[in-house]
């Protein structure tokens, strides 16, 4: 057997015990450390006293469901990234999922090869030139943004940041007074050009609109039926 090379926590929920079993036995052969629990009362108990990189939430979970799960999540950790699992049929727990903080979601029956591609997704920063990671703090207009540390500054004010908000306020930073696609956005950020997901970014762009307003010279233009304008005014559009 090779080396196990990877090293990350996951937190893996499923009440399901046979596929919950032969999930964990391929995430662990393919090298990663894995948690798993039966329902959301242990899933709680396990999150409070590990340290994860990753949660895997079923959402039909008995005592508490999976989106109870990640709301309590997110309110001790709003970085890890959280991919839901979800009953191919139910759209709307797809985009009630990605609305309360999930980052990704997958359908039921799904493959190892689909779900181990996307906790590679999450786990690494992007290779591609648009998200890689800055040492050095960036300006935009009023605001100091500080991509590594997940922080955006403004005056006194210090807002933390998801790690797909720092990526999609990265991006759009690079994209500066540009028109920028919607599918352009979704496969720099999310890998594929998804309906459900589509939904997710409206819900992180409100959210850096709000982080932004303080400084009425930036703003994010809605370009119907194309994408977005990310406009900080006085600055010559970037390449």
Known sequence: MGEKKNKAHILYVEDDEALGFVTKDNLELAGYKITFAKDGREALRAFKKGKFDLAILDVMLPEIDGFEVAKKIREKNVLIPIIFLTAKSLKDD????????????????????????????????????????QNEIITIGDYRFDYDGLLLKHGQETIPL??????????????????????????????????????????????????????????????????????????????
């Open 94 to 133: 797809k985009l009630h999922g990605l609305r309360i903080g999930g980052d990704d979601y997958i359908t039921k029956p799904f493959s190892m090869e689909e779900l181990l591609l996307k906790i590679e997704i999450f786990l690494r920063r992007s290779k591609s030139p648009v998200l890689q990671g």
């Open 162 to 239: 998801t790690q797909k908000e720092a990526d999609m306020l990265l991006f759009f930073s690079k994209h500066r007074n540009q028109l920028v696609k919607r599918s352009d956005i979704l496969l720099a950020l999310w890998g594929k050009d998804d309906y459900f997901l589509g939904r997710s970014m409206d819900v992180f762009i409100t959210r850096l609109r709000k982080y932004l307003k303080a400084d009425p010279r930036i703003k994010i233009e809605n370009v119907r039926g194309v994408g977005f304008r990310f406009m900080v005014t006085g600055e010559e559009a970037q390449a």
